[in-house]
């Protein structure tokens, strides 16, 4: 009897020591904390709200804008609490299993992605462009003789560069979007492109 009472100890030991294990995952519920740890600041429903992903959230709100700082995390809280509580809806319903749902998210992932790529892409090939005051001055002759401007140089000076600069990303940038299609295998069935109403 002993020896069956040291083993349901033991075997409840590793049990707990593998949930202590497990139970700091990435995963979470009303009995699991997530590391680095963060005291949780709400439920609502199944879904646990942290105070690291509360502050997150609210930070990048206009409520943390708004005069009064607990009157509008209060107020943010609520807003963020039924929001969670509208998404346990929806799933009950399983409209998270919808196909018009699921198009709309991969929508949303691709117009997000390329966002991202683009402005990173942009931003890079930004810190490559160096209009010339040569440049600048070229551009300017040529829109007084074409009587687009009679202003002095020096007031339009800022504007022609920006302008300038601008273009250039631009076509440094379709330049790259050319050598993604050459670099890649793309084709086009011109029937059924015709085809289409």
Known sequence: MQQKTIIFILAAAALVSCWLWTGFSTSFSRDR??????????YAGTYVITAKEFQAEFAASPYAARPDPLQARREFLESLIN???ILLDAQKNNLDKDPEFLRSIEHFWAQSLLNVAVGQKTAELHKSIHVR???VRRIYDGMVKDGVTAKPFADVYPQIKYQAEKQAEAQ???AWINTLRKGSSVSVNEGVLKALK
Not at 33 to 42: F, G, K, R, W
């Open 133 to 135: 005051e040569e440049d």
């Open 33 to 42: 904390v997530v590391l680095p740890y963060s005291p949780v600041l709400a």
């Open 83 to 85: 929001q969670k509580l």
């Open 172 to 174: 440094r940038l379709n």
